[in-house]
C-alpha cells in the first residue's frame, strides 16, 4: 500500500492521469458528435476546434513556455511579478484578438459565414474571455508542479461537456449553436473555480513589473511561433483540406485518423509536462549532466513506449474507426476514394517518430535556445505544407498527407538532435540505453532486487 500510494502521488502518474481522463472523455465526445451530427456539421465544428486551438496557441504561447522556465528557479518576490505578467499579457492578448476577429467578422461576414467558419469568428471571441482564467491557472500549476490541481481543473471542464454531448446524444438533440452556448457556460464556470481558488494569478495583475514583462515577451517571441508552428503541424492538413475542392467531407473523415493519434500522444504530453519544468530547473541552475541525463530518460523510455502503442494502433486499426465514428467510415468512401483505416496505419508509423522530435523541442527551450526550436517548427511547418499541397492538389490523396507528416518529423528529429548536440554533446546510443535502463529499474522495484547489480552496472557503463 506505501509502494501504491506513493506511485499516485508521483508527478509522471498524475500528469499521465490527467491525459488519459481528458483523452477518453475528449474521444467519447468526439465519437458521439461524429454519430449525432451530419458529415457537413460534424466538419463545421472541426473547423471551430481547429481555429481554436490555433488562435489559443498564440494566446498562451506567448507567456506559457518562459513562464514554467522562469518560475522554476524564481524566488518569492520574482514569482509574484512573473505570474502578473502571465495575466497582464495574456488579457492583453485576448483583448486583441477578440477585436481582430470581431472586426474580420463585421467586414468580411457573408464569405465567413459561407466558408465554415462562421461558428468560430461568432463566437469564439467570447470563448477566449471565458477560458482566461483557468488556463493561466493550468500554466502556473505546471510550473508549481501541482498535477493533482491540474487533474481536477481539466476533468471538471471535460467532463461536464462530455455529460453535455451524452444526454444530446441521447434524447436533446442540440443545434451546433446550441452545443457552443454549452462549452461556453462550462469554461466560465471552470474560470470561475480557478478565480475562487487563486490558481489563475489575476489578483497579481497589478504586481507586474517592465522587467519579468520583458523577460516573457523576449522568451515568448520564440516559444509563441513555435507552439504555433506546432499547432499548424497537426491542424495545416485540416486547414488545406477545407480550403481544398475536396471540401468538408474530406476534413471530416481525416479528423478520425488525427483523433485516434491523440491516443499515441497520451503519455507523450503528460510526460513532457514534468520533464520540461525539471530540465529547466536544471539548466538554470547549470547543471548541464542532468539535463543530458533527464533528455536521456524521457526520450529512451517514451520511444520503447512507443514502439508498442504504434504496433498496437496498427494491428486495431479498424477496432479503432469503428470504436470512434461507427461503421460508416469502415470502409472506403464511394465519394471521395479514401480509406480512413489506411491513413490511421499511416499514423501509427508516425507516432514513433514522435518521443525523440518532441524531446529535441523540450531540450532547446530548457536550455533557452527557443529561437533554434522556432527555426526547427518552422522547416517542419513548410515541409509539411509542401508536402500536403502536392499530396491534396496533385494526387488527391490522404493518405500522401499523412506520409508528409513522416517526412516533416524525420527532419525535425535531424534537426533537433543536431543543435542539441551543440549544447549538451548527445548521443543517440545513450537515449536507447537509458530507456532500457529506466525499464529494468522500474521492473526492479515493483518486483523486488534480483536485477539491482545488473542495473547499477548498466548505469556505471
Known amino acids: ?255 478520425i485518423p488525427l483523433k485516434l493519434t491523440e491516443l499515441q500522444q497520451i503519455p507523450l504530453r503528460s510526460f513532457v509536462a514534468t520533464a520540461f519544468p525539471k530540465m529547466s530547473k536544471a539548466s538554470v541552475q547549470h547543471k548541464i549532466e542532468e539535463v543530458k541525463s533527464l533528455f536521456y530518460v524521457y526520450s529512451g523510455a517514451l520511444s520503447y513506449l512507443f514502439v508498442f502503442i504504434s504496433i498496437f494502433t496498427f494491428v486495431f486499426a479498424e477496432f479503432f474507426v469503428f470504436l470512434l465514428s461507427g461503421n460508416q467510415y469502415l470502409e472506403t468512401d464511394p465519394i471521395t476514394g479514401f480509406n480512413v483505416v489506411n491513413i490511421v496505419r499511416v499514423f501509427s508509423i508516425y507516432g514513433l517518430l514522435l518521443p525523440i522530435d518532441r524531446m529535441t523541442g523540450i531540450g532547446l527551450d530548457s536550455v533557452n535556445k527557443p529561437n533554434i526550436n522556432a527555426i526547427k517548427v518552422f522547416v517542419m511547418l513548410v515541409a509539411n505544407i509542401i508536402g500536403d499541397l502536392i499530396a491534396i492538389f496533385i494526387f488527391k490523396s490522404l493518405i500522401l498527407v499523412a506520409i508528409a507528416s513522416i517526412i516533416f518529423t524525420i527532419i525535425g528529429i535531424w534537426m533537433g538532435m543536431y543543435f542539441l548536440n551543440k549544447e549538451l554533446s548527445l548521443s543517440f546510443r545513450e537515449i536507447f540505453k537509458s530507456g532500457i535502463i529506466f525499464y529494468i529499474s522500474l521492473f526492479n522495484k515493483a518486483t523486488g532486487n534480483r536485477y539491482k547489480r545488473f542495473v547499477k552496472i548498466e548505469e556505471n557503463n
Open 1 to 255: 500500500m506505501k509502494k501504491l500510494k506513493k506511485i499516485v502521488r508521483e508527478d509522471n502518474f498524475l500528469s499521465l492521469t490527467g491525459n488519459v481522463v481528458i483523452a477518453i472523455l475528449g474521444i467519447g465526445g468526439f465519437a458521439l458528435l461524429a454519430r449525432s451530427l451530419s458529415l457537413e456539421i460534424f466538419g463545421e465544428w472541426v473547423l471551430f476546434v481547429t481555429a481554436g486551438s490555433f488562435v489559443e496557441m498564440f494566446r498562451f504561447g506567448i507567456t506559457n513556455t518562459g513562464l514554467i522556465r522562469y518560475l522554476s528557479g524564481a524566488d518569492e518576490a520574482s514569482r509574484i511579478k512573473l505570474i502578473g505578467s502571465n495575466a497582464l499579457i495574456g488579457s492583453g492578448a485576448t483583448i486583441l484578438i477578440a477585436i481582430i476577429l470581431i472586426g474580420c467578422n463585421t467586414l468580411f461576414n457573408d464569405a465567413i459565414q459561407n466558408s465554415g467558419y462562421g461558428i468560430f469568428f461568432t463566437w469564439y471571441p467570447l470563448l477566449a474571455f471565458l477560458n482566461l482564467p483557468w488556463n493561466n491557472a493550468l500554466v502556473v500549476l505546471q510550473a508549481d508542479r501541482k498535477y493533482a490541481q491540474i487533474l481536477a481543473l481539466k476533468s471538471i471542464n471535460s467532463g461536464l461537456f462530455f455529460l453535455v454531448i451524452l444526454v444530446n446524444f441521447i434524447m436533446l438533440h442540440l443545434t451546433l449553436t446550441q452545443l457552443v452556448i454549452a462549452l461556453l457556460i462550462i469554461n466560465a464556470i471552470t474560470s470561475v473555480m480557478s478565480v475562487a481558488f487563486g490558481w489563475d494569478g489575476i489578483q497579481l495583475i497589478t504586481k507586474a513589473s517592465k522587467e519579468t514583462n520583458k523577460t516573457l515577451l523576449h522568451f515568448g517571441k520564440y516559444t509563441t511561433f513555435t507552439l504555433i508552428g506546432t499547432n499548424l503541424l497537426r491542424s495545416v492538413d485540416t486547414l488545406i483540406l477545407s480550403l481544398s475542392p475536396l471540401g468538408n467531407a474530406a476534413v471530416a473523415l481525416y479528423s
